[in-house]
């Protein structure tokens, strides 16, 4: 703790988490929701090759970016 302090990581006059309002359950459990779906689709990735994507794979990509479950967490 003191190293954090004095190393300018941790204001203790500032703390961050002290402004935290608290989330709302539906909150909670929609995100919890998004995610368990996101790890769900993880699977559609893991024919994936670690070189040269084609199309498709773009397209795949491009669809979890779009899907209503990130979109639930990155707004949350």
């Known amino acids: 703790m003191n ?7 941790l204001n203790p ?10 989330i709302p359950i539906q909150t909670m459990i929609d995100v919890k929701n998004a995610m368990e779906d996101i790890d769900d689709l993880s699977q559609d990735f893991s024919f994936c090759k670690t070189y040269q994507s084609p199309e498709s794979m773009k397209h795949l990509i491009q669809d979890f970016l779009d899907s209503t479950q990130l979109s639930i ?3 949350s």
């Open 13 to 22: 006059l500032q703390l961050d988490y002290m402004a935290a309002t608290e």
């Open 73 to 75: 967490i990155q707004k």
């Open 3 to 9: 190293y954090a302090i004095q190393s300018h990581r």
